[in-house]
């Protein structure tokens, strides 16, 4: 957990997975919420970050010309302190060479492991924080700046451009950051009633909110839902106003996504938060073929829809 007030300070080591079975007390309960803050730091930055490719590399837009965008964006839904210092970073200008700061960086993103640590104690919950995982992926990804070079030789992909207004890429970004911030407190949840924890979710948006990187007004939001605990199976995804919220946005991250890989752009984030939200939004899904094909090769059983009869058995096993 980061940011430039008093007691912001982050959790620098992992809980483990057999450590995050043990009981724990208060104190875990506070390192694992700062945790899974930088975690959700993490997916918060790359969304950003692929917004902004998406108009860097494929509108061709100089970073002066994308600065008054993000600001823009920080006057509304997306208010927040990593809007805020986005729009100031494309807006700044390398006092060695008079062209915009961005160029002279190194595209090789640092990760000092919350992030990862998120991932792991998601799986280890059986939660899965794509978002965050995604934007992990992508970290270690911009590292192998030689392999990179080299698939950009050998494969021959080049990125071409992306017509999208920039209304899409605001409502894509806001239904990305809901999706994130969704799984986040999902894995909070998780961990809570495993310790028993009885960690006040509406609390912790408001402490977020107070003082960190991820600040934004979406926070005051998550802490209104959970307030009014009108969370239909305890998701805040599904709250009423954030429902209202991707009912509106999702059709912007589905043109974003779409366009993006047409034009060989990567959304890591971007896709991942579009297939949870599809995911979460079809009663049946595709999971049928897989406990068949569990059953197949291993005799692991399945559920019968018609009957709710278990530890069932389909023809092949005789």
């Not at 104690?121 to 995982?133: K, V």
């Not at 107070?210 to 605990?229: K, M, N, V, Y």
């Not at 509106?248 to 996504?257: C, D, E, G, K, Y």
Request: hydrophobic share 45%; glycine share 12%.
């Amino acid at each position: 957990m980061g940011g430039s007030r008093p007691g912001s300070r982050g959790h620098r080591g992992p809980l483990r997975g057999r450590a995050l079975r043990r009981p724990a007390g208060a104190g875990r309960a506070g390192h694992f919420v700062k945790t899974v803050h930088n975690g959700i730091e993490y997916a918060d930055m790359q969304l950003i970050a692929e917004a902004y490719g998406l108009m860097r590399h494929g509108q061709g837009r100089a970073p002066a010309d994308l600065a008054p965008v993000f600001a823009r964006w920080n006057e509304g839904r997306l208010r927040s302190y990593l809007v805020e210092i986005t729009a100031a970073v494309l807006a700044a200008t390398d006092p060695l060479t008079g062209g915009p700061v961005l160029d002279v960086i190194l595209d090789s993103a640092g990760q000092k492991g919350t992030g990862r640590w998120t991932a792991v104690e998601a799986l280890a919950l059986g939660q899965s924080a794509s978002t965050i995982e995604a934007a992990v992926g992508a970290r270690s990804w911009s590292s192998e700046i030689a392999v990179r070079a080299a698939g950009e030789s050998i494969l021959a992909t080049r990125r071409s451009a992306v017509d999208l207004p920039d209304t899409d890429l605001e409502g894509a970004l806001l239904a990305g950051r809901i999706i994130a911030y969704a799984q986040g407190f999902r894995l909070l949840q998780a961990a809570s009633d495993l310790h028993g924890w009885g960690t006040d979710m509406a609390r912790v948006a408001e402490t977020w909110r107070a003082g960190c990187i991820i600040r934004s007004a979406l926070l005051a939001d998550i802490a209104a839902a959970f307030r009014s605990g009108d969370l239909p199976e305890g998701q805040l995804f599904l709250s009423p106003a954030f429902a209202a919220d991707l009912r509106a946005t999702l059709p912007a991250l589905r043109r974003t996504v779409a366009a993006a890989a047409l034009a060989g752009h990567p959304v890591p984030a971007h896709s991942a938060a579009l297939a949870f939200a599809d995911t979460m939004a079809q009663s049946r899904g595709t999971a049928d073929l897989i406990q068949a094909q569990r059953d197949y090769f291993g005799r692991h059983g399945f559920v019968r829809r018609d009957t709710g009869a278990a530890h069932q058995h389909g023809p092949w096993a005789g």
